[in-house]
């Protein structure tokens, strides 16, 4: 039994048979197979081993894209919340100029 397909995963190439011969697209098969593991490879090797242990299930390419995706999206969401609270908590100080004012944000930083 094949293994379910992941949401927005590119269907594989399907095998196209005839009735008793044999498959027609055998060498588009075999193309993508090859390029699926070259992307895997790649995508895999360039990855801290921290972020390598949650792609273990992963089996194609398109399936590490889509939770490495997931993963970096919940870490740019909670940045964005940090940098929101950081501005919304600065308060005007009477006399602080535009210059030290940037000064003081870099070193708080």
Known sequence: MPPAPVEGDPAPIAPV?????????????????????????????????????TLVGCKTAHQIWVRLNAQHNKCAANNKYVAQRAFMNYSYVQGITNILFKKAIRLSI
């Open 17 to 53: 048979a005839t009735r008793y011969g044999p498959l027609l697209n055998a060498d588009s098969i075999k193309e993508w197979k090859v390029k699926d593991c070259t992307a895997r490879r790649i995508l895999l090797t360039t990855i801290e081993p921290k972020l390598q242990t």
